[in-house]
């Protein structure tokens, strides 16, 4: 819509602190046309619902291969790519909170006045009314339940490419042909995120929405960093009472996906991880069992994902190493990243190197 591509940032440091990462060490393989192959098996990933993820990054702005020119042409690349799954509802978290507070608020303050009436004019009836409906108002006020609301879950998988690339000239069936190639580490990592689904807001009771409305406002407290992020939470009496002018269920939306944004959408990869385990907190035990075989599907995402690309780099890689013949003498060299990379020829079969469970709670 007109909007510039975000620049993705995340280091190795961040991802190695994923629920899951993959790493791999790839040899001889150029890397415009690796991120290209990885891009395709991001996106090929599917589940019940067809294709899973939509692909963050571009080679324009999210691959970046830097020219050092010292003897020969070599130089640094690293790029990075991102990948996150439509919102799906995972299950109900639950809350309590008083199906009746308002309502009693408001009778309390009635029967104070009916009281405050009755001795005025020492009328017996308007007492009694008083007296009998500030009880009733007081037991309204004072009972509590639990309700439910609906849970959604999001995968985000990242990768990492980092390295050292050179401009070759190699020879096949009587050609010479100047290419680049890269010996890279890459790390494949992924996570889940929680967040509330304000989309089914209006099938919850007014006095139910609010309480899950102040309660994202605590949870939005714990975790954010600055003390300027946090806001006042209100409870008690007045609070009840202040319900009645405060049942539209659009506020109701528009108050808990701005902060929603802050915590999860728009928010630093700390904040999310955060939020996730207070919400994780509000799952039933049956449900917290289906997220984690959830994430056991998305660990297997990524193990699929990195095998694919250690048999595409065993295919792709340099090959006949024999041929390789020195620097070129191009002054146009490849280290452009202008310049096409279709034909890139093979080299090395490594395995991965290495592979480890992260798990934060």
Same mark, same amino acid.
């Given at each position: 819509?007109?909007?510039? @591509?975000?620049?993705?940032?995340?280091?190795?440091?961040?991802?190695?602190?994923?629920?899951?990462?993959?790493?791999?060490?790839?040899?001889?393989?150029?890397?415009?046309?690796?991120?290209?192959?990885?891009?395709?098996?991001?996106?090929?990933?599917?589940?019940?619902?067809?294709?899973?993820?939509?692909?963050?990054?571009?080679?324009?702005?999210?691959?970046?291969?830097?020219?050092?020119?010292?003897?020969?042409?070599?130089?640094?690349?690293?790029?990075?790519?991102?990948?996150?799954?439509?919102?799906?509802?995972?299950?109900?978290?639950?809350?309590?909170?008083?199906?009746?507070?308002?309502?009693?608020?408001?009778?309390?303050?009635?029967?104070?006045?009916?009281?405050?009436?009755?001795?005025?004019?020492?009328?017996?009836?308007?007492?009694?009314?008083?007296?009998?409906?500030?009880?009733?108002?007081?037991?309204?006020?004072?009972?509590?339940?639990?309700?439910?609301? @609906?849970?959604?879950?999001?995968?985000?998988?990242?990768?990492?490419?980092?390295?050292?690339?050179?401009?070759?000239?190699?020879?096949?069936?009587?050609?010479?042909?100047?290419?680049?190639?890269?010996?890279?580490?890459?790390?494949?990592?992924?996570?889940?995120?929680?967040?509330?689904?304000?989309?089914?807001?209006?099938?919850?009771?007014?006095?139910?929405?609010?309480?899950?409305?102040?309660?994202?406002?605590?949870?939005?407290?714990?975790?954010?960093?600055?003390?300027?992020?946090?806001?006042?939470?209100?409870?008690?009496?007045?609070?009840?009472?202040?319900?009645?002018?405060?049942?539209?269920?659009?506020?109701?939306?528009?108050?808990?996906?701005?902060?929603?944004?802050?915590?999860?959408?728009?928010?630093?990869?700390?904040?999310?991880?955060?939020?996730?385990?207070?919400?994780?907190?509000?799952?039933?035990?049956?449900?917290?069992?289906?997220?984690?075989?959830?994430?056991?599907?998305?660990?297997?995402?990524?193990?699929?994902?990195?095998?694919?690309?250690?048999?595409?780099?065993?295919?792709?890689?340099?090959?006949?190493?024999?041929?390789? #013949?020195?620097?070129?003498?191009?002054?146009? @060299?490849?280290?452009?990243?202008?310049?096409?990379?279709?034909?890139?020829?093979?080299?090395?079969? @490594?395995?991965?190197?290495?592979?480890?469970?992260? #798990?934060?709670?």
């Amino acid at each position: 819509m007109g909007k510039d @591509p975000e620049k993705l940032s995340f280091s190795r440091q961040d991802l190695r602190k994923a629920t899951k990462f993959v790493e791999g060490d790839y040899t001889g393989i150029n890397p415009r046309s690796f991120y290209r192959k990885l891009k395709r098996g991001v996106e090929e990933v599917q589940n019940e619902h067809g294709f899973k993820y939509n692909v963050d990054g571009n080679q324009d702005e999210d691959l970046d291969i830097s020219s050092e020119d010292v003897g020969e042409k070599t130089g640094m690349v690293q790029g990075r790519m991102r990948a996150t799954s439509e919102w799906v509802e995972i299950g109900m978290g639950s809350l309590e909170y008083r199906p009746y507070g308002p309502h009693g608020a408001l009778g309390v303050i009635i029967s104070v006045t009916l009281l405050v009436r009755g001795l005025a004019s020492s009328s017996i009836p308007l007492i009694i009314v008083g007296v009998i409906a500030g009880a009733a108002s007081g037991y309204g006020y004072s009972q509590k339940e639990r309700d439910s609301f @609906p849970i959604i879950r999001q995968d985000m998988i990242r990768t990492l490419m980092t390295g050292e690339v050179s401009e070759r000239t190699t020879e096949a069936r009587n050609q010479t042909r100047t290419d680049i190639f890269a010996n890279m580490s890459v790390v494949f990592a992924g996570d889940s995120f929680v967040a509330v689904d304000s989309g089914a807001l209006n099938t919850l009771d007014w006095t139910f929405r609010r309480e899950l409305v102040n309660q994202i406002r605590q949870w939005n407290n714990e975790v954010v960093d600055a003390e300027q992020q946090k806001v006042a939470v209100e409870d008690g009496f007045v609070w009840q009472l202040k319900g009645w002018g405060d049942r539209d269920v659009q506020s109701h939306r528009g108050t808990i996906e701005g902060f929603q944004t802050k915590l999860v959408r728009n928010a630093p990869f700390h904040y999310r991880m955060r939020y996730t385990e207070l919400l994780e907190k509000q799952l039933a035990p049956g449900t917290q069992d289906g997220l984690d075989r959830d994430r056991q599907n998305l660990r297997a995402e990524l193990e699929q994902l990195a095998e694919d690309i250690n048999v595409y780099v065993e295919r792709e890689g340099l090959e006949h190493t024999s041929n390789v #013949t020195g620097s070129s003498p191009n002054e146009d @060299p490849q280290l452009n990243p202008d310049v096409s990379d279709d034909n890139s020829a093979n080299e090395d079969n @490594p395995a991965l190197d290495g592979e480890s469970d992260n #798990t934060q709670r």
